[in-house]
T-cell receptor, first 113, second 114 residues
Framework: DGGITQSPKYLFRKEGQNVTLSCEQN?????MYWYRQDPGQGLRLIYY???????QKGDIAEGYSVSREKKESFPLTVTSAQKNPTAFYLC????????????FGQGTRLTVV | AQSVTQLGSHVSVSEGALVLLRCNYS??????LFWYVQYPNQGLQLLLK??????LVKGINGFEAEFKKSETSFHLTKPSAHMSDAAEYFC????????????FGDGTTLTVKP
């Protein structure tokens, strides 16, 4: 079945460590996104990519980095510079060239202790 | 610029009652509008969308929404709530063809009482 796979579902890290969240899609979508979700704050866009080897900052990019070396993959690294990294992270993709919905992964819950 | 306001962070209804979740948007260009549902610790799933054409759109699980340009609203309704409708609902607006790069509301948690 086609879809978006995020791994792992739960992740624990010590403060000061970088951590990379995986996102893979087999929908042949051009565009991919990373959102952060905190209680009562909806979804906030971290980074997005509309084509391989290109990506743009979203609203809250500070302390995060991404790469888009393959169409199927869009990993997110949460760096030690992110002051409050504990959150639920959602990856999404869309066709990108026509008005259509985004497809979401199941999310990764990151807890930094 | 675009924004979304969902009125009411929590809505509670009885099973079988009407569900009404409110969404107002702001967009400088014709909007594309979406409603998503999220169950605990899961991703978002599309309920319905408005892009162009008919202003009353029907979605999955018996939900529908009406785009009212004059009121800048896109409220979500369902005639009869089921227990399985309990979830968090997000309204989103996109002002270009890249629907994934949407602006989301803060969400409304729907509780369904037996």
């Amino acid at each position: 079945d086609g879809g978006i796979t995020q791994s792992p579902k739960y992740l624990f890290r010590k403060e000061g460590q970088n951590v990379t969240l995986s996102c893979e899609q087999n929908l042949n979508h051009d565009a991919m996104y990373w959102y952060r979700q905190d209680p009562g704050q909806g979804l906030r866009l971290i980074y997005y990519s509309q084509i391989v080897n290109d990506f743009q900052k979203g609203d809250i990019a500070e302390g995060y980095s991404v790469s888009r070396e393959k169409k199927e993959s869009f990993p997110l690294t949460v760096t030690s510079a992110q002051k409050n990294p504990t959150a639920f992270y959602l990856c999404a993709s869309s066709m990108g060239d026509i008005p259509t919905e985004a497809f979401f992964g199941q999310g990764t819950r990151l807890t930094v202790v | 610029a675009q924004s979304v306001t969902q009125l009411g962070s929590h809505v509670s209804v009885s099973e079988g009652a009407l569900v009404l979740l409110r969404c107002n948007y702001s967009s400088s260009v014709p909007p594309y509008l979406f409603w998503y549902v999220q169950y605990p610790n899961q991703g978002l799933q599309l309920l319905l969308k408005y892009t162009t054409g008919a202003t009353l759109v029907k979605g999955i699980n018996g939900f529908e929404a009406e785009f009212k340009k004059s009121e800048t609203s896109f409220h979500l309704t369902k005639p009869s709530a089921h227990m399985s409708d309990a979830a968090e609902y997000f309204c989103a607006v996109s002002a270009n063809t890249n629907a994934g790069k949407s602006t989301f509301g803060d969400g409304t948690t729907l509780t369904v009482k037996p």
